[in-house]
């Protein structure tokens, strides 16, 4: 059982530069988040999704873009990176019936 | 907006000691709340979670949850605690089906 994947495991970044985190998921479920998690700070959500082709933002969605275009995959996308954005990232799917949310085992990114 | 807040950063307990971490939350409804288990670099593992109905949740590793209404508060217990349950631990509260808010977070050492 894969569950929810997340890549990279680790990443390092020059201020500016760009990238993806993917974030898959083979159980079919609909919905599908990112938060990051920062000391003292716990887990904050960036953007979520209901379902392929929509989006919406969480409480720290900028700096960040997201798409769904199918509903296994919802990658995160940095266009510009940021010191700020040191962080480690969470990427998580639960189904519309169920509250639980499934997480990956996370992304940790440095931004020089 | 939702909240949660776990009052303690640190706890330090000693192992075969009982555990008590505390968490509050802020929601109009019957709430969805969370706890869950994070080892250093790993993900999130859920230990526990209360829906409705009885309002001591039973979870995975002998921790136990009790939801009190009144006092708007879902604290996590262990009677004797065990080395290997040294970790951080989150509360959280479901926002709708799709989002999570989570607490700050509370350490557990364990000294022997």
């Known amino acids: 059982n894969a569950g929810v994947t997340q890549t990279p495991k680790f990443q390092v970044l020059k201020t500016g530069q760009s990238m993806t985190l993917q974030c898959a998921q083979d159980?079919?479920?609909?919905?599908m988040s990112w938060y990051r998690q920062d000391p003292g700070m716990g887990l904050r959500l960036i953007h979520y999704?209901?379902?392929?082709?929509?989006?919406d933002q969480g409480e720290v969605p900028n700096g960040y873009n997201v798409s769904r275009s199918t509903t296994e995959d919802f990658p995160l996308r940095l266009l510009s990176a940021a010191p700020s954005q040191t962080s480690v990232y969470f990427c998580?799917?639960?189904?519309?019936?169920?509250?639980?949310?499934?997480f990956g085992a996370g992304t940790r990114l440095s931004v020089l | 907006a939702q909240s949660v807040t776990q009052p303690d950063i640190h706890i330090t307990v000693s192992e075969g000691a009982s555990l008590e971490l505390r968490c509050n939350y802020s929601y109009g409804a019957t709430p969805y709340l969370f706890w869950y288990v994070q080892s250093p670099g790993q993900g999130l593992q859920l230990l526990l979670k209360?829906?409705?109905?009885?309002?001591l949740v039973q979870g995975i590793k002998g921790f136990e949850a009790e939801f009190k209404r009144s006092q708007s508060s879902f604290n996590l217990r262990k009677p004797s605690v065990h080395w290997s349950d040294a970790a951080e631990y989150f509360c959280a509260v479901g926002e709708g089906f799709q989002k999570l808010v989570f607490g700050t977070g509370t350490r557990l050492l364990v000294s022997p």
């Open positions: 209360y829906f409705s109905g009885d309002t």
């Open positions: 998580a799917s639960s189904r519309p019936s169920n509250p639980i949310q499934y």
């Open positions: 999704s209901v379902g392929a082709g929509i989006t």
């Open positions: 159980m079919n479920h609909e919905y």
